[in-house]
């Protein structure tokens, strides 16, 4: 397969400013011959002309400048116009596509969440066979070792990290009765403009928690936050632990946990004996619960801040059955009603990566760029036909003549 032409299409959903491509792996793509069409995007986090001209930060003395930059060969295209691109045209894009039931013709490098029997499944995957198109889903690119290429998952545990302790700060600032929860939020620039706003949510924290220190016993005296983390092994728990650590909290206030830590059964009592727990765990099977409302009643509690990073919020299985909706960044956090004090908050955003947009796409981009590089030969790249043979076996529980296909 030789003149691959890739198509970056703009992303849909509300507030997703990610980007699957990046100006540097557009640039890698195209000097590795591929030609990449990107549509422009009033959402994206780069901006249009960055795709063009493609700007490398040179180092010296300690300083870096912008001053060498070259123009990728990249083409812009107008918004949505991948509908209507040629049939041999791979579509790159991160979300679902918008709704709608038209068939697709093109072959679509996507998460596209219908391989799991989610709501709406069927609708979804059809629309490929009935078109005669490809679907290679980014959640299932795995290397020889069954390891996914490339995954959100640490911008995920950094974003909900640092959401925790702003909620946890917010909390105890605001804590006289009928107090506003934590006001909506928007994605951030850079990792730095996040980190500041943390640090000063922490101080501000601290402070209040000192004054309020001798008229409650369940806060902790005017100190960092205590943190419990489960999943800490995994990429999602890595970025956790690493907000806390770059926003100041000390080491000693950062609990560790996970398999062996939890190898015994919930509900546990580390967790309400905390001030923020992060879930970060990869949920495959039916396991005790880490906590519940008999644990939450405990008079001793100091737990204010709850961020369900992993999000089964409608799994029957969920760890933390203690809430019922999907929060947003309109909306972070919902409370969580409680025999006593302090106020229970729980964050549950499912796309905690697009409040670091930039970085977040970075990392990801440049850990698919291997298999971009391989779509060339997507017959016989291994990841790419384990993904297509994927799709096919999808297809196949298809109901009705898609599933014939």
């Not at 495959?284 to 906590?291: E, G, H, L, Y």
């Not at 204010?304 to 947003?328: A, F, K, L």
């Not at 909306?331 to 947009?357: A, G, Y």
């Not at 030969?377 to 298809?398: I, Q, Y």
Request: hydrophobic fraction near 40%; charged fraction near 25%; aromatic fraction near 8%.
């Amino acid at each position: 397969m030789s003149g691959v032409t890739l198509h970056l299409r703009s992303e849909s959903k509300p507030l997703e400013h990610r980007s699957a491509l990046t100006p540097y792996t557009t640039k890698a793509l195209i000097d590795a011959g591929y030609a990449v069409n990107v549509e422009r995007s009033p959402e994206r986090i780069f901006d249009d002309v960055e795709f063009e001209q493609y700007v490398q930060q040179l180092p010296l003395s300690n300083i870096y400048l912008t001053n060498r930059s070259t123009k990728t060969g990249a083409t812009l295209v107008p918004e949505g116009s991948w509908v209507d691109a040629p049939k041999d045209h791979i579509i790159i894009g991160l979300k679902e596509l918008p709704e709608d039931d038209f068939p697709l013709i093109h072959t679509h490098v996507q998460f596209a969440h219908c391989y799991k029997n989610q709501a709406g499944w069927a609708a979804v995957l059809s629309r490929f066979p009935r078109g005669g198109g490809t679907l290679l889903d980014l959640e299932f690119l795995t290397d020889e070792s069954g390891r996914r290429v490339a995954a959100f998952g640490y911008h995920a545990g950094f974003a909900g990290a640092a959401l925790a302790a702003q909620a946890w700060a917010w909390q105890l600032d605001h804590s006289t009765p009928g107090a506003e929860p934590l006001p909506g939020v928007r994605s951030y620039p850079h990792e730095a403009a996040l980190l500041d706003d943390v640090r000063g949510s922490l101080e501000r924290g601290r402070r209040a928690a000192k004054d309020h220190h001798h008229h409650h016993n369940n806060n902790n005296g005017g100190g960092y936050p205590r943190v419990l983390i489960i999943g800490a092994l995994g990429r999602c728990g890595r970025g956790a632990i690493e907000l806390f650590e770059k926003a100041g909290v000390p080491p000693e206030n950062i609990l560790q946990w996970d398999m062996a830590e939890t190898a015994r059964g919930g509900p546990f009592d580390e967790i309400v004996a905390s001030d923020i727990f992060i879930n970060c765990i990869y949920l495959t099977a039916s396991i005790p619960p880490f906590v519940d409302a008999a644990a939450l009643a405990a008079p001793s509690r100091r737990l204010r801040v709850v961020c369900d990073v992993s999000c089964d919020t409608t799994n029957p299985h969920n760890p933390v059955p203690i809430y019922r909706v999907n929060t947003t960044f309109q909306r972070p956090t919902v409370e969580v009603r409680t025999e006593n004090e302090p106020k229970l908050s729980v964050i549950s955003i499912d796309h905690l990566p697009s409040l670091l947009p930039r970085e977040a796409s970075e990392a990801f981009s440049r850990a698919l760029l291997p298999s971009l590089l391989q779509l060339k030969e997507r017959g016989t790249a291994r990841v790419w036909r384990d993904a297509e043979r994927l799709f096919r076996d999808k297809v196949g529980l298809l109901p009705g003549p898609e599933g014939e296909v």
